[in-house]
């Protein structure tokens, strides 16, 4: 019997296609909990998806826990004609589909004059791929149910805001994916290119072992397969013969690869292989009294941003400040908290590490108001250190978050499995548990680690890559 594919294959095989081959030919199950399950998918909580559907008319919800089970009882609503039916269940042999919506439209159909469109509800405010092929697939079951193919697909956000999306502007897309899926099902390994997707993925290792074993070159930072190609086309296949060749050689293998990226894989490769770093370029920053770094947590699954964490350095003197809500409803006031203190030091460079932070702060702000001094200064003053470093140090790294670069230059933080994921089952289980409390104090550690590891980066950038 062949394995299921639902719409979470088309997720883990965007990820990393080998994710759908061990999850069936490994002889070992390696699941992720179901609220991990939900985090990487960007989904919500059930209680957060019924704020987002209760106002619906005629709302019912699939209850039974089996897939046959709850397919039949999909279908009893549908036969039905229910408005709104909350999370049903779509099965056709061996593909299970598990839509957040079915949501009735007028038209014709086995059904009578109605047919349903398929919606899934999520966090982000943006149709990602991944949500399109989900979408298709859900549209071929679909048809298979009720003789109609919807025309579009939807994705709901916590907001509450529906964007639609046109089937078959995907469709060709869909179809090529699901071919290889099917593949990879009955036995064909993909070929293994390593990216950061992976990392989510509980076969990471495993993926990851099979190409530093081969030195593949997805083991570069941000390469793109299309370049891998490339390169492997011209008969460069490994990290070695990568960092041998020079930028000359590798312009007369590669011309349709610009002189900048050639010169930057090959450093990468030299990099890898030697195990050390390479400075490209001087990295400038300000000189302040008083340095600030900055680092937010969130849980995804209740679309929540529950704590802004700062680290202030002055004259190597540091302090830890956390501006922290208890549940949504404090949101506001750890706001107001925040603006006051970004008040308080507003010639004060605030240091974080990616794009994250710029998207929460201008998120609030819309929300609940700044003052014209704060606005300026988090306009001036932000400072994104991975936008610094990139152009400047090449790491002997395939992935440069601040886990892995702050380890790198030596920090290690307090807790063995300190992660982001980690960090929101933490909170979710404080969060239904308010006694746990010290699962609240391993977040605040968490958090105060994190800043940490920003500004010992800052320091390194400071000490190695500035004139």
């Known amino acids: 019997m062949l394995s299921r594919i639902t719409e979470k294959t088309f997720y883990k095989y965007i990820k990393c296609p080998n994710w759908v081959y061990f999850d069936v030919h490994k002889d070992e199950d390696k699941l992720h909990e179901p609220l991990m399950e939900k985090l990487i998918e960007d989904g919500l909580l059930r209680e957060k998806q019924m704020e987002v559907v209760t106002d619906r008319q005629d709302l019912c919800e699939v ?51 109605y047919y349903y469109v398929a919606a899934d509800i999520k966090r982000s405010s943006s149709i990602k791929d991944d949500y399109k092929f989900q979408g298709c697939f859900y549209a071929e079951l ?31 897309e869909f179809g090529l994916t699901l071919s290889e899926i099917e593949k ?132 190597g003197q540091e302090k830890y400040d956390a501006f922290f809500a208890q549940d949504p409803s404090q949101e506001a006031e750890m706001w107001n908290e925040f603006i006051m203190y970004i008040e308080r030091h507003i010639d004060s460079p605030i240091y974080h590490y990616g794009w994250f932070e710029k998207v929460v702060i201008n998120r609030f702000a819309a929300k609940y108001g700044i003052s014209e001094i704060a606005r300026e200064a988090l306009d001036r003053n932000m400072i994104d250190l991975l936008e610094l470093l990139r152009p400047s140090v090449i790491f002997p790294l395939s992935f440069y978050s601040l886990k892995d670069i702050a380890s790198y230059i030596g920090f290690k933080w307090r807790s063995d499995d300190a992660s982001g994921a980690n960090s929101v089952l933490w909170f979710e289980e404080w969060f239904e548990d308010k006694s746990k409390k010290d699962l609240l104090q391993k977040i605040y550690e968490y958090n105060e680690d994190d800043v940490i590891a920003t500004y010992k980066l800052q320091r390194w950038l400071r000490e190695n890559a500035s004139l």
């Open 184 to 315: 990879i099902v009955t036995g064909d390994k993909p070929t293994h290119f390593v990216t950061s997707g992976c990392k989510q993925s509980p076969w990471f290792k495993e993926c990851r072992e099979e190409s530093e074993i081969c030195e593949d070159l997805s083991l570069l930072n941000r390469v793109w397969r299309n370049e891998v190609s490339v390169l492997n086309d011209a008969g460069v296949k490994t990290i070695t013969e990568l960092s041998l060749k020079s930028v000359t050689d590798l312009e007369r293998l590669a011309p349709n690869l610009s002189l900048h990226r050639l010169e930057t894989m090959r450093d990468q490769a030299i990099a890898i292989k030697d195990g050390r770093h390479m400075i490209r370029a001087n990295v400038e920053m300000p000189e302040a009294k008083v340095d600030l770094y900055f680092d937010i947590e969130s849980d995804p699954l209740r679309d929540f941003d529950y704590l802004f964490g700062i680290l202030a350095v002055e004259d």
């Open 63 to 113: 209850t039974a826990e089996d897939p046959d089970e709850a397919f039949s009882q999909t279908l009893a609503f549908m036969a039905e004609g229910r408005q709104t039916i909350f999370r049903g269940v779509l099965v056709d042999k061996h593909w299970v589909g598990n839509p957040d919506l079915l949501e009735k439209v007028e038209g014709k159909s086995k059904l009578g004059n």
């Open 142 to 172: 679909l048809e298979k149910v009720q003789g109609v193919k919807p025309v579009q697909g939807y994705v709901v956000n916590s907001t509450k805001e529906v964007m639609p999306f046109v089937i078959d502007e995907f469709e060709a």
